[in-house]
C-alpha cells in the first residue's frame, strides 16, 4: 500500500519562498504514474495546484500558480516537490501530496477525482 508523507510547510512572508517535499512509501512495483499538489483552506473546495507525470515528461500548473511554482520528482527516491516562490497571502493553504495509480502522461492533471491515494497535509503560511 502506497503512502504519502508531506514535509516543509511553515510560515512565510509574501514573496518569499518554500519548498514542498513528498515522500512515498509502500510503493513495491509499478509506481503511480501521475502525482500531483492540491491545497485548500478552511470552507473553500480542493484547488488542483499542479502535477507531473512519472519522468517529467508532463506538468500541468494552475493558472495561479503558473510562473511562481515548479513541480519535480526524484523518481529513484520516489519523492516529489513543490518549489513555490514569490508566495502571497493567497497561497496561503493546506497543501496535499496525492497519486494517481491510473492516469498517465498528458492525462496527468490536478483533478481531484483523477486521485486515489492522499497525504495528511503540510500547512502554508503566508503574511503580507
Known amino acids: 500500500e502506497v503512502r504519502l508523507v508531506e514535509s516543509g510547510g511553515g510560515s512565510v512572508q509574501a514573496g518569499g519562498s518554500l519548498r514542498l517535499s513528498c515522500t512515498a512509501s509502500?510503493?513495491?512495483?509499478?509506481?503511480?504514474?501521475?502525482m500531483a499538489w492540491f491545497r485548500q483552506t478552511p470552507g473553500k473546495e480542493r484547488e488542483g495546484v499542479a502535477s507531473i507525470s512519472r519522468g517529467g515528461d508532463f506538468t500541468f500548473y494552475a493558472d495561479s500558480v503558473k510562473g511562481r511554482f515548479t513541480v519535480s520528482q526524484d523518481t529513484a527516491k520516489d519523492m516529489v516537490y513543490l518549489q513555490m516562490d514569490s508566495l502571497n497571502p493567497d497561497d496561503t493553504a493546506m497543501y496535499y501530496c496525492?497519486?494517481?495509480?491510473?492516469?498517465?502522461?498528458?492525462?496527468?492533471?490536478?483533478?481531484?477525482?483523477?486521485?486515489?491515494?492522499w497525504g495528511q497535509g503540510t500547512q502554508v503560511t503566508v503574511s503580507s
Open positions: 509502500g510503493v513495491t512495483y509499478d509506481a503511480p504514474p501521475c
Open positions: 496525492a497519486a494517481s495509480t491510473w492516469y498517465s502522461g498528458s492525462a496527468c492533471r490536478p483533478l481531484e477525482n483523477r486521485f486515489q491515494i
